[in-house]
């Protein structure tokens, strides 16, 4: 065989192989009917009032071990919080039925199997687990049987932690924020080197107060220690039960009834003035451990008692503080009830009821809550009004309207007296419901961490090739093989 003709095969073959290296990077970036380089995740938040189903995903191959997470699908759960069926077999886990459905529809078949599904239970459970372990237990059990029937990756049906709950809406704060990483205009992710943010959480029967300290904390249990995108931070975090929304009205109408020494008719200074109703004894009042103390000896769960507004803000002030404790700290500092806390530090982000109790004074007085003399001016004005003002102003129900008075003055006393924020670290508090195009809550915060166990993906592994692409690159190597198979003959024969 001549020397141009070795060449020429050379040539050819070398041609054949760069066309086969084109296909190869090109034709994967075209294919876009299933996007395999995405991860999922499931988290069920199953509050004390409600439960809301949130679907993550994130890149394959990750970030320093952990998931770039954003929310991707979001279903609120229709009825009350998984709690609220106690006594009730097989509802709880009936609920999620319609949701989960959801999630079957927003996340790929082919991912399915691989997508980590987990619910976590809050303060509703957590008061649930102390008057009913069985039922409690019960309840997880059932929602449990029911996640496990569908094709997901079940990883826990539990009870969160009320120190949890607090680090992973830390978590979220940052994460959303960008204090963690975020994405360069090069196209790559890159550490900010920002400061992170405080979270404040206020739900249905718990608040939390968490952020990032470099002080001693003088009760080790108050400290967590979270390790996100290859950094470890140590938070100071604590979850006060029975300081959440719902539960701490129960126990101001509770603190009442005891103090005026009456079950059948009690007079509220943080009802609007003339405003009255009727609430059972039992159901609406004292079936809580939150109210435990304030029982009275002889009580008849079936009566009820009618409450009276009075509309007076000085005496509403007065017995919401009555529900807080500052006396018998054993530590350098205390926030309330005897619990350490070092000195608030930082910016904060206020989210759930926080967000809401402003949103409603905002839109009633027009007062943007930016410091304790606000909340005290905003909360004035407020207790002043009649249920008929509050309605119109915000046309919303008086089923919240009538609370509104009451919130305010409890988020001013947990703020200022509680957390001890004061008129200088106090405009360092933002109150949001979302951020980044998410929602603000613990779920967030636990998914990314949840991503840290899910194995990460080579990028090559996640590029799939399309069905006539690989059709064309086995036609061109049969091809290849045939024209070398053939030359390689005719070499042979020559010889």
Known sequence: MSLHRAQIIGAAVLLILAIIGILLVVLPAKEAKIPADNMYGIVLDAGSSHTSMYIYKWPADKQNGTGIVTQHSECDVKGGGISSYAGKP????????????????????????????????????????????????????????????????????????????????????????????????????????????????????????????????????????????????????????????????????AHLIQSQGSTTKVFNPCYPQLFNISLKLGEEVFDSPCTDKYRPVELDPQATVTVVGTGHYQQCVNNVTEIFSFSNCNYSMCSFDGVFQPRVTGSFMAFSAFYFTQIYMKTITSITVTSPNDVVEAAKLICNMTITELVKKTNASEKYMKNVCAMANFVQILLTKGYRFDEASFPSISFKKTAGGASVGWALGYMLDVSNEVPAEAFSVMKALPQGAWAAVIFLCIIFLFCALSHGMVIYMNR
């Open 90 to 253: 097989g509802s709880a886990a009936k609920s999620l039925e319609d949701c989960m459905e959801h999630a079957l529809s927003k996340i790929p078949k082919s991912r399915q199997h691989q997508t980590p599904l987990c619910l976590g239970a809050t303060a509703g459970m957590r008061l649930l687990n102390i008057t009913s372990h069985t039922e409690s237990a019960r309840i997880l059990k059932e929602v449990e049987q029911k996640l496990r029937s569908y094709p997901f990756l079940f990883k826990e049906a539990g009870i969160l932690s009320g120190q949890a709950e607090g680090a992973y809406g830390w978590v979220t704060v940052n994460y959303l924020l960008e204090n963690f990483v975020k994405y360069g205009f090069v196209g790559s992710w890159l550490s900010p080197g920002r400061s992170t943010i405080g979270a404040l959480d206020l739900g249905g029967a718990s608040t939390q107060i968490t952020f990032q300290t470099s002080q001693k904390l003088e009760e080790p249990a108050k400290q967590m220690n979270l390790t996100l995108y290859g950094q470890t931070y140590t938070l100071y975090t604590q979850s006060f039960l029975c300081y959440g929304q719902d539960q701490f009205l129960r126990k101001l109408l």
